[in-house]
């Protein structure tokens, strides 16, 4: 079934939603209320507020009945630097709310194609693989059995051009592994957190191809265009990204005792200059970037023309490594050479898999191994046997591969033995990113309450305690209301769906949503942040999310060993208690950490008002 799609030159207004049925094959177009785009804009609180009206609580999340959005907002593939998409479903992996953004060029020929679409609802499941064929003459359902047990670039090879892009599942996502990532511009961005491949693949999707001949310029925001695309090619705010990007961060998080080596228990590497992004510039061939994004943070690595003698000499990544992979695939599982934590990164994208989760499995399974938990020939630091596990992850070949395609949390139940639930480090389920909170203890109070799991993009007050700014980072008392701020203004962005990296804060999107028509100011838009978090919560508290979950992993509470000004520090479970009693204060929520019947009435979000306390 197809829907032929009005084209547009304009900014047209932002007001329909797209449902494709995969059972029926069906495609039709919605309004969204306006109440729901005044309220949440786009992205992650309509995303939220969609789940809570439309997947039934207690759903598997690789079922039929759950529903997998793509959204996209106003500013996307406009503004310099916001050529993203947000896909948000229920997680298999945690069980609740996941939103997980990706750039590149793909979310810009997406919403080209789409001029008055908000995003995608796909529902059901298809009995045989199908690819959504989007374009600016219609969308329509076609057959993927030749595309299906392709890898995430020989599928995108099948299409993409100038201006067509894909963004598809491969091997482990086909497989349901449920950290499978959605993958475009020939597997270079990640749709990464919380398995939403795995829903993608559960429904017999394959892709989704997006092509805009005439991607639009229209006059009233060239000037704005013009100004922003200076901003990023020389502010000072973003002048990390364009000078080195994440690759930077590692000896950052090393003279800090962040780093996470061996499984969470030590702080540093022995020698932090073989992870550097000197040691990386030896093979660097390159610089990518998103779709109109003068910062082009991406590095193309490739090492087939050095002489630096690794496990991999003929290693290449297309992006890349980035930070997180150079930290969870490479410094956790003490795998130190240049060259295995190309081929690591790459394998995971080729098969889609995410690298944060991917490396704690990894080092989860090291541990296991190395305790006598589970039978199986691999050591630490064993980059060969480690590429060839990620390949049999992903494949679900052979009993240890199987369960570790589950996540951490699930293979360490599975195995029955304290020993392997002490190893996965996690929160709600996803295994967390590569900042030791022992070193930041306002980064234990953001993956505890992070909405989706454990995750540094909702709130990274590292960033203003141990790597700069003013406050104390051992202090349990001065990062409560920075982590609500930092939520609360993040969550506005991923509803606006704009990069991170990109430093839109509340002035600059009010100032690109009013050029592109609406008329909101800053204070509005801080609500529109505050509320989409505590809608997450709500779908959260109605999956059965409450104060314990917003815990911390046994091994945080154990003194950091090689942790330079970190060193011995552990979370006191008495302080970090205190610290989310305020927090849940300040939110207006209750003690059990549900928004009261006060705070959804003060955000206007009655219509949800069951799932409050």
Known sequence: MSQAIEPSTEVAELRHLLRVNLTDGTVETEEIPAGYRDRFISGKGLGAALLLDEVPAGVDPLSPANTLYFMFGPLSGFAPGTSRYGAITKSPLTGGYVDSYSGGHFPAMFRFALPEYLGIAIEGESDEPVYLD???????????????GMDTKETAAQFDGKFTKTACIGPAGENEVRFATITSDEGTHHAGRGGVGAVMGSKGLKAVVATAQDPPNPDNVRGLKAEHTKRLGTSEDVAWARNGGTQLIPEWTQAVGALPTHNWTKGTVEDVDDISIDAFATGHVGTDSCYGC???????????????????????????????????VGANTDITDVTAITELADRADTLGMDTITLGNV??????????????????WGDAHGAAELVTDIANRDGDLADLLAEGSQQAAEAFDDERALEASVHVKGMELPAYDPRASYGMALAYATADRGGCHQRAWPIGSDALGGDRDPFAYDEHVAVVVDEQDENALGFSAVACDFTAYDYGKVCEWLNELGYDVDEATLETVGERAWNMTRLFNAREGFAR???SLPERLTEPLEDGGPADGNVISEERFEQMLDEYYQLRGWTEDGVPTAETVERLDIDDWAEHAA
Not at 134 to 146: F, H, I, M, Q, R
Not at 308 to 327: H, K, L, M, Q, S
Not at 364 to 375: K, L, T
Request: proline share 6%; charged share 30%.
């Open 294 to 328: 003068p910062v082009a943070c991406g590095h193309i690595t490739d090492f087939s023309e050095t002489d630096v003698d690794g496990a991999f000499p003929n290693a290449r990544v297309e992006w890349g490594p980035e930070y997180e992979t150079i930290g969870m």
């Open 362 to 379: 990894l080092s989860f399974a090291m541990e296991c191994i190395e305790a006598g938990v589970v039978d199986y020939d691999l050591d």
């Open 548 to 550: 314990p979950e917003d």
């Open 134 to 148: 989007v374009t600016d003459d219609g969308v329509e359902l076609k057959d993927a059995s030749d595309l299906w």
